[in-house]
């Protein structure tokens, strides 16, 4: 990994941009997350132990690479401390905290633009920032109806997040990104997941309930003053409160009640409680949580739903909102996934032949109906002191998975042949060539 | 014969080279039973014991001067397939034994130290084992089918092609 710092200097009555790539870095610790349901917004950070004597000024801009330049985090420093001569210990974060700063005022929305009100939230902390963030264009339709009191720029945000079912993704890209829930799985193969995924299952919630607000304007200040809620909200407007609340079927009986229940908060209306609802019951009513290790080299991230193995016969899945990391060459990540469901799935088999015969065989547990496309190796097999790497005739296996199970036959070529130090090409097509040549002797 | 810092010394000794293939702690088993290896890189470790001569001990006493220096660190040119290896190593401890003869005559012998490197001298890259992730081939950059090739211990030389009756390629 490397860590890019970046500093302004006044040169010539201009500000230059200066850059510096640090390589020499020890005990990385990044566990970005994301709160899927926006009933907080997290804030994520990076810290590292840096071998160097130069000093970083806090706030100032860090960016965190692997060795393929790959971005893990855009941050800025929140601290810089000598931890022994020749080391500073960096952390740094995003600057979703300083929205905790910034206050706005009490505000009543009649079908506000939700990218309206985001930046409005953002711009409170940080003016002319649009170029930190970015809104996914699935929210250019989306408005906010309701009353918002005085409360920080970060509150806001949260409300409005959970008012329209975004949420806050702010690592592995170079600005902050509120996107909406993405149901679309992706699988994390068996053969890199450790072994063995945990399960935990918190306390049954047998119900959801939530109050949807509506606000008309007093036609004169007695009305206004006789509305039992008007002393929460200014003038003209009063209020309408409805309960709504959706019951867990799936609860055995004699489980104690047990609701969660969200009250005033003031953008959830009729137009959007049953879709807080249902997103509600996604996360508190799928009690199961799932902690598992994978190779992880930036393909699994908060926010994304996944689909994975608990053992040789069952998947689960569900939506990651947290992925702790670890380093070496390559990365290792413990998820921390919700929402979990069991899927059914069944055994793909990928015979891998040549002339006829079987040269390897693979198997893979996925899900029913998935379309999988599995990319086919180049196989290495010795015989008789002659070495052979065959290779597939198509790049990848692809299909969708069927009930019960179903077997995929990739037909190969030899490629290369090896015997007393002598190499044969017959294939080339598809071969990508490498520095491996001591491998073949 | 070896260097330290630039200081050849062209003394009598044993070397014992050790390549240890370290991989990181997220090495792990999978749950396809496998095990995965985060391999971090290829680390030299020598272990030298010298010989030295009784009528040469003043080089003796330099090195030993030399290699028990308080420093975190020396350059090593070792030897290495026939060609030297540069390494940047450091050097835990040393030790030999002093000798008493009877005729009152003394001498030191059998010092021994071990080169530890302070990084791999051969390292695998990211990209390399996740976008390539597969067998690696000769770097054979004018392949064609039918090309052979002959291993010298070094590179895979080009042989001419010829092919036989049944016109394939051997």
């Known amino acids: ?441 | 014969m070896f260097s330290i810092d630039g200081i050849t010394w062209d003394i009598p000794c044993d070397i014992t080279r050790t390549a240890e293939i370290k991989a990181s702690d997220i090495s792990g088993m999978l749950m396809d039973r496998s095990y995965f290896y985060d391999v971090l890189g290829t680390y030299m470790q020598y272990e030298i014991s010298l010989i030295p001569s009784p009528q040469d001990m003043g080089a003796y006493y330099a090195l030993w001067e030399q290699l028990s220096a308080p420093v975190d660190g020396h350059t090593f040119s070792l030897p290495y397939n026939g060609s030297t290896l540069e390494l940047t190593g450091r050097v835990d401890s040393i030790s030999d034994v002093y000798v008493r003869m009877p005729n009152g005559g003394a001498y030191w012998k059998g010092v021994r130290f071990t080169i530890e490197p302070n990084g791999p001298t051969k390292e695998p890259t990211l990209d390399g084992v996740i976008v390539r992730g597969r067998s690696p081939l000769p770097d054979v950059v004018t392949q064609q089918v039918g090309d052979t090739y002959t291993w010298n211990g070094t590179d895979w030389i080009e042989t001419p092609n010829y092919d036989n009756a049944d016109n394939i390629a051997y």
């Open chain 1, 1 to 441: 990994m490397y860590l890019t710092y970046y500093w302004a200097e006044e040169e010539g009555g201009e500000i230059v941009i200066h850059e510096k790539n640090y390589d020499d870095l020890k005990n990385p610790s990044f566990a970005p997350e994301v709160d899927l349901y926006a009933l907080s917004i997290p804030v994520n950070q990076f810290s590292v132990d840096i071998v160097t004597t130069d000093s970083f000024s806090v706030h100032n801009a860090v960016e965190l690479y692997d060795d393929m330049d790959g971005l893990w985090a855009s941050f800025r420093i929140k601290s810089a401390d000598q931890i022994q001569p020749g080391v500073v210990r960096l952390v740094a974060d995003t600057w979703i905290a300083d929205l905790e700063h910034a206050t706005m005022d009490a505000e009543m929305y009649e079908a506000e633009p939700a990218g309206d009100l985001i930046d409005a939230c953002i711009e409170a902390g940080f003016p002319n920032a649009t170029h930190m963030y970015e809104i996914d264009s699935s929210f250019s339709s989306a408005t906010v109806t309701g009353y918002c009191p005085e409360q920080t720029a970060r509150e806001r945000l949260t409300w409005v997040l959970f008012a329209i079912g975004g949420m806050v993704k702010q690592s592995f890209a170079d600005v902050v990104q509120i996107v909406p829930i993405d149901d679309t799985a992706t699988l994390i193969p068996y053969d890199k997941t450790f072994y063995r995924p945990a399960i935990s299952n918190g306390e049954w919630v047998t119900e959801v309930k939530v109050t949807a607000f509506s606000f008309t304007e007093a036609s004169s200040q007695a009305e206004w003053e006789a509305d039992d809620s008007s002393y929460r909200f200014p003038l003209p407007w009063v209020c309408e409160e409805q309960d709504f609340s959706l019951t867990n079927s799936d609860v055995p009986d004699g489980v104690p009640e047990n609701v969660v229940e969200i009250g005033e908060l003031y953008l959830i209306n009729s137009g959007n409680v049953n879709a807080i609802l249902n997103r509600m019951a996604a996360y508190y009513f799928n009690r199961a949580e799932v902690s598992l290790d994978c190779i992880n080299n930036r393909q699994f991230l908060p926010g994304d739903k996944v689909t994975a193995s608990m053992d040789e016969e069952s998947l689960i899945t569900g939506y990651i909102t947290q992925a702790s990391f670890q380093f070496g060459l390559q990365a290792r990540s413990t998820l921390k996934l919700i929402g979990v469901e069991d899927i059914t799935g069944a055994m793909l088999t990928i015979n891998y032949v040549y002339s006829g015969g079987r040269i390897k065989q693979a198997k893979y547990f996925l899900p029913v109906g998935y379309a999988f496309s599995i990319e086919n190796p180049f196989i290495d097999r010795t015989y008789q002191e002659r070495r052979f790497i065959y290779a597939p005739q198509t790049e990848n296996a692809t299909g969708t998975m069927t009930a019960g199970g179903m077997t995929v036959t990739v037909e190969y070529d030899i490629a290369l042949e090896s015997y007393g130090g002598n190499l044969i090409v017959y294939s080339v097509d598809g071969v990508e060539t490498g520095s491996g040549v001591g491998v073949i002797s």
